[in-house]
């Protein structure tokens, strides 16, 4: 492929994912965005809504139905315009935060969901802190806006001051609730009318050009047009213009109003991500900078999971394409283990069903099937030793000793917790003094996760049970002397990752700091990159 033809490709791609807290309404989006992108026919299928008997395409364990969570991150892609969107879901459970995380490391933008009525939320803070350590671009939709809402400029006040980033609206509410009548587009200078009971489908365009139309009295009413031509003079002359630069540098947000239940203003969020969202940039890798448009295959691994269909029973490692082109039966070079393979049914996603793909581009993700080999943070490329950088692992924060139920298991047992523990699921710990099991989360659902699939998917009947851990820290020391003489005399609190790197496991907080001050040469890292 020349390289121009690669190019426009790259061109083509944008890669998102949405954050919100819980109940924003990130679920219903993604259903109004497939609509858009005409991948589904009619909005309600995403969470098993309607009663259509279609089941979530990204929920998959009886556990996440039951508890109305998405555990899982999957990956939708469709045309929008001229372009084509890959958007990667992410859990909004904080229990899986930890692969919300890294999926964050995989999207060149996000787009932001807050509920109108209840302003920034925790999850949101957290969530914006992470596009925070690669300066994501983040676009903003305020919805809910058919239900009463906090004063506009309040929300925008409030997103400023709790999360540091201007905002600089494109669309103006006008009215809410039952009241609301629809947007004032600031950048076209037109007033799109809303129309209520219509949230299944694309809408028909209602528009009055022209702030100052006559017409528009007449289809909004004489209070609201006064209100809204005031409230315009007030908001130009107080907010932010959209500027390209501090967008792309994750400084200032372009910030939409609507409802995604109604269908309205989603339209508006994905030709705005289409226009100024970034293409698939380039990407840090511990050797040097990699350009999508470069002719060589590279691309890295977020994520792996395990049996999202269950008539597919195999696990899939999500790649992150970074340059090249992906082509069926081309070979990869599996850089950590220096080995070549043969790809020959890598998965896409297109609008969440499963299909073979025979190529594609920078930003695309495609999912390899995983029969042990590979790990979360694994580069693949075209014969050369990079490693991409910047994908965590992040300590985990709460312990569990995991028992069997039948001692004869013994090897199932292992090699299911490994294989959890690879796809990120939860992370393991082997100590070095006994045969213990001990898991490690981030998130307390993520134990009953591990023990629900322990048993449908390894015939393991496991329980789990408190342990005496506060913490634990990967260590590190340069000096090999010192880290031997340290592994000797800390025997006793030293385990094995799942990875087997070497592992501080404190139980209290202070054995810890007494730990640091006496080998002060050893580092206690609280994140390791893959
Ligand atoms: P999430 O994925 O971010 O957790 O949110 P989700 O889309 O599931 O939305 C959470 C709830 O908010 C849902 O109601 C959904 O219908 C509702 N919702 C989403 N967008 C809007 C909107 O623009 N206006 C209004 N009024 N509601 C909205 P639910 O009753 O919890 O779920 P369901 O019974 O409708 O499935």
């Known amino acids: 492929m020349s390289n121009e033809g690669l190019l426009s490709e790259v061109n083509k791609r944008r890669t998102f994912a949405i954050i919100s807290h819980p109940d924003a309404g990130k679920t219903t989006i993604t259903e109004k965005v497939l609509l858009f992108g005409e991948a589904i026919k009619s909005a309600g299928t995403v969470k098993g809504r309607g009663g259509t008997g279609q089941h979530a395409k990204s929920d998959w364990m009886e556990m996440e139905k039951e ?82 809402i906090r004063d506009p400029i309040e929300l925008m006040d409030e997103v400023e001051d709790v999360l540091n980033i201007a905002c600089a609206p494109i669309t103006w509410p ?143 490692a999500f790649m992150r394409i970074c340059s090249g082109k992906y082509q069926k039966g081309m070979k990869m070079r599996h850089v950590r283990i220096g080995k070549d393979i043969s790809v020959s049914d890598a998965v896409t996603f297109m609008a969440g069903d499963r299909s073979h793909a025979d190529e594609a581009f920078p930003g695309d993700i495609i999912g390899l099937h995983n029969h042990g080999t590979i790990q979360i943070g694994d580069t693949f490329s075209q014969g050369e030793n990079l490693r991409f950088t910047g994908i965590p692992n992040f300590a985990p924060e709460l312990f569990r000793r995991i028992q069997l139920k039948d001692p004869l298991k013994m090897k199932h047992l292992q090699k299911g917790l490994l294989q959890l523990a690879e796809e990120g699921a939860v992370q393991v710990f082997r100590p070095l003094r006994n045969n213990d099991l001990i898991v490690g989360a981030v998130g307390i659902l993520q134990f009953d996760v591990v023990v629900a699939r322990l048993k449908s998917e390894y015939k393991v009947e496991a329980i789990y049970e408190p342990i005496n851990v506060a913490t634990a820290r990967w260590v590190a020391c340069d000096d090999q002397r010192k880290l031997d003489e340290f592994s000797k005399k800390a025997h006793d609190n030293l385990a094995l990752d799942g990875g087997d790197n070497l592992t501080y496991i404190a139980p209290t907080m202070v054995n810890l700091s007494l730990a640091q001050e006496r080998f002060p040469e050893v580092k206690f890292m609280t994140t390791r990159e893959h």
């Open 174 to 316: 006008i009215g809410s609730g039952k009241l609301f009548k629809g947007v004032y587009h600031i950048l076209r200078d037109e007033v799109i009318l809303y129309q209520s009971g219509q949230g299944h489908m694309i809408q028909e365009v209602r528009t009055v050009k022209g702030l100052d139309n006559p017409e528009l009295e007449s289809v909004i009413g004489e209070d609201f047009a006064e209100q809204l031509r005031e409230e315009m003079e007030l908001v130009q002359g107080a907010s932010n213009e959209f500027d390209m630069e501090m967008f792309l540098a994750g400084e200032l947000t372009p910030v939409y109003f609507g409802t995604a239940l109604g269908n309205f203003g989603v339209d508006h969020i994905l030709d705005g991500l289409v226009e100024w969202a970034p293409k698939p940039q380039p990407r840090e890798s511990a050797e040097r900078q990699v350009e999508p448009a470069e002719e060589k295959f590279s691309g890295f691994v977020f994520k792996i999971q395990a049996n999202m269909d269950p008539k597919h029973r195999d696990r899939i």
């Open 67 to 148: 508890r109305g969570i998405s555990v899982t991150t999957s990956v939708m892609q469709f045309p929008y315009q001229d372009a084509l969107v890959n958007l990667l879901d992410t859990p909004g459970h904080e229990d899986f935060s930890e692969d919300t995380y890294r999926t964050l490391t995989a999207v060149d933008s996000c787009l932001m969901v807050i509920d109108s009525a209840k302003g920034v939320e925790a999850r949101t803070i957290k969530l914006m802190e992470v596009t925070r350590l690669r300066d994501t671009p983040i676009v903003t939709f305020m919805n809910k806006l058919d239900r009463d």
